[in-house]
């Protein structure tokens, strides 16, 4: 036993979205609960930290890269990076024989990139490794880049002769790093269909069970809104069938308490039911699924549609509508996404 807790571990966790926060919540509760492991979170994107458990982290903090900060000059934007690379090496110390990094991606340098080499410089005597939270439908397939975009990106090595702690980790294959001999696990959600090798592949615990949650006397339905007209997903004439397909579908269940869930980064534009009221609330979805039942939940291709079926019994009907008016930029995700809806009775609907 003392030889074990003479191992200890240091277990960084970048996180960009409610649903990396959540699955490295039960990362931690599972895997790296232990004496001899302390787990810091480090937060990249505003506004997450008002639904994070403090008590559950050694150190929680905001780590935001510099777009959030206004800062577009190289200069600036790279003594942000720099800055932020420090925070993420002052939780770390010699003791530790194991530093391992937890993050979706490893190809952002503003966000995790540089955090690589800057680590293995400082603690060469740790061994150090990185585990890829799961990002949600991000997961469903490996994107591979092409040979010539792969090699253009080494150029930010010279990045290096103005900020010598900044030095890129060149990546290869797919394009959130999966494939780099640094990545020894990639966390999975359950059931989730992949194309990574099973050996590097580990579960994230159920997210929660919501069968037991609390269910008022009338019906309830909730419309999850994406960016997906913003983002270039679907064209106008596809968001307009997309959203009287989904007011179709709503009306013919006859629920008249509906609530409409609206994502982060979503345009007027993009909203794709109206005259309801706004589910505006400060902690994740999922979290919120665990004590508010729901008899009906539509979307198009959101990964809360995906959470909302593994949490819910067969008594919520989980709906996809308008699949087939999405584009994709790699032409087998839509396949992947109907087997992924399929296999788990989500119900899909042309538009």
């Known amino acids: 036993m003392e030889a074990v807790n003479s191992i200890h571990t240091a277990n960084i966790f970048v996180v960009a979205t409610a649903l990396q926060y959540i699955c490295a919540e039960k990362i931690v509760e599972r895997f790296e609960n232990a004496p001899n492991k302390k787990n810091f979170l480090f937060l990249i994107k505003p506004g997450l930290v008002g639904f994070v458990e403090h008590d559950k982290w050694e150190l929680v903090e905001e780590n935001l890269p510099p777009r959030y900060c206004g800062e577009k000059g190289f200069w600036g934007k790279y003594k942000i990076v720099e800055n932020n690379l420090d925070k993420v090496l002052g939780c770390c110390d010699d003791n530790f024989n194991n530093i391992v990094l937890h993050a979706a991606q490893i190809s952002s340098l503003e966000e995790t990139n540089f955090l690589i080499n800057g680590i293995r410089k400082d603690f060469p005597k740790s061994k150090f490794c990185v585990r890829i939270l799961p990002d949600g439908i991000q997961n469903i397939c490996r994107y591979k880049k092409n040979i010539l975009n792969q090699y ?200």
């Not at 019906?219 to 007209?229: D, M």
């Not at 307009?240 to 509906?258: F, G, K, Q, T």
């Not at 593994?310 to 509508?321: E, L, Q, W």
């Open 152 to 351: 253009k990106k080494l150029y930010k090595k010279f990045i290096k002769l103005f900020f010598p702690k900044l030095n890129y980790y060149p990546i290869f294959g797919d394009k959130i790093g999966t494939d780099s001999k640094i990545v020894e696990l990639i966390y999975i959600l359950p059931n989730f269909p992949h194309e990574y090798e099973s050996s590097r592949v580990r579960v994230v615990p159920l997210l929660g069970d919501v069968s037991n949650s609390s269910r008022g006397s009338s019906g309830k339905a909730l419309v999850i809104g994406q960016p997906l007209q913003s983002l270039g997903l679907v064209g106008e004439e596809g968001k307009s069938l997309i959203e009287r397909s989904i007011a179709s579908i709503v009306s013919a269940y006859s629920i008249d308490n509906i609530l409409y869930k609206k994502h982060p980064k979503e345009e007027p534009c993009d909203r794709v039911f109206q005259n309801c009221k706004l589910l505006d609330i400060e902690i994740p979805l999922e979290k919120y699924f665990l004590e508010n039942h729901f008899d009906l939940i539509v979307g198009v291709c959101s990964t809360a549609l995906y959470t909302a079926r593994t949490m819910f019994n067969d008594k919520t009907r989980v709906v996809s509508v308008g699949l087939n008016k999405l584009i994709f930029k790699e032409s087998f995700k839509d396949k992947k996404i109907y087997d992924l809806y399929r296999s788990l009775n989500i119900d899909i609907y042309d538009a």
